[in-house]
């Protein structure tokens, strides 16, 4: 068993195992499609896929928001500076400062939300 895999005990799957992130989440048509690998009250880990296309508009959240580019690349605007993330980047979205996320291209990405 894989976790994120639609099983509600795959976090006990990935527990002590190894799994390789971008495998773990596919491309959808049109579409963004998110899978929830920890939430816990500290903060969740969410893997994302974004097809080409696809935005999620401009936000804030009161916590850091840690991404790492999978696969592909990122266009994010962070306090109205656009930024470019390629795989293997990372990057970190400051508390209270607006942000939004577009794909020029298909990417995969690994957000961490630290809710401390």
């Known amino acids: 068993m894989n976790c994120a895999k639609g099983d509600r005990s795959g976090l006990h799957a990935c527990t002590g195992k190894s799994q390789g992130l971008v495998s773990l989440i596919e491309y959808s048509g049109d579409s963004i499609v998110s899978k929830t690998i920890l939430d816990t009250p500290a903060g969740t880990i969410t893997l ?6 696809q935005k999620l508009s401009e936000h ?5 928001a840690v991404v790492q580019v ?3 690349t ?3 605007t962070i306090g109205g500076e656009d930024v470019k993330v390629l795989a293997g980047e990372i990057i970190i979205m400051p508390p209270n400062i607006p942000h939004a996320v577009a794909a020029e291209e298909k990417f995969k990405m690994l957000l961490t939300m630290i809710r401390a």
Do not use: I, S, V
């Open 48 to 53: 994302f896929a974004f097809d080409k296309g």
């Open 60 to 64: 804030t959240t009161p916590y850091n």
């Open 70 to 72: 999978l696969d592909g």
């Open 74 to 76: 990122a266009h994010l």
